[in-house]
């Protein structure tokens, strides 16, 4: 069973850095793209970068471009979201999920929302000082 589980997030001071991490199991997760989502309360989720598979290709939702950094490790079946210069606006509940297509598709966010396959449960990022 293709399942997903973030870690990493907790509360850092503006400015500061966080890795998160979205380990795989049941499948390898070089095989597909690999996105990361956030929501904070009251929004809707929202894209935040997605990694194609055998790191192809990236996206970046506009506001974390030369912030945040999505990578791979295949020998630990992870995908890292690298966060840098954290605001408070980057406040949120951040999700990994899967589509199991091979690329990183350019389609609305109420889009790939429904047509992921698999989620991790969420980790929590605070950024307050």
């Known amino acids: 069973q293709l399942q997903l589980v973030e870690s990493g997030g907790g509360l850092v001071q503006p400015g500061g850095s966080l890795r998160l991490s979205c380990a795989g199991s049941g499948f390898p997760l070089d095989a597909y793209a690999i996105r990361w989502f956030r929501q904070a309360p009251g929004n809707e989720r929202e894209a935040v970068s997605c990694i194609s598979s055998s790191d192809t290709g990236t996206y970046y939702e506009d506001s974390v471009k030369g912030r945040f950094t999505i990578s791979r490790d295949n020998a630990k079946n992870t995908v890292y979201l690298h966060m840098n210069s954290l605001k408070p606006g980057d406040t949120a509940v951040y999700y990994c999920?899967?589509?199991?297509?091979?690329?990183?598709?350019?389609?609305?966010?109420?889009?790939?929302?429904?047509?992921?396959?698999?989620w991790g449960q969420g980790t929590q990022v605070t950024v307050s000082s």
């Open positions: 999920a899967t589509d199991q297509m091979v690329h990183c598709r350019a389609e609305p966010t109420a889009v790939l929302v429904r047509t992921m396959t698999a």
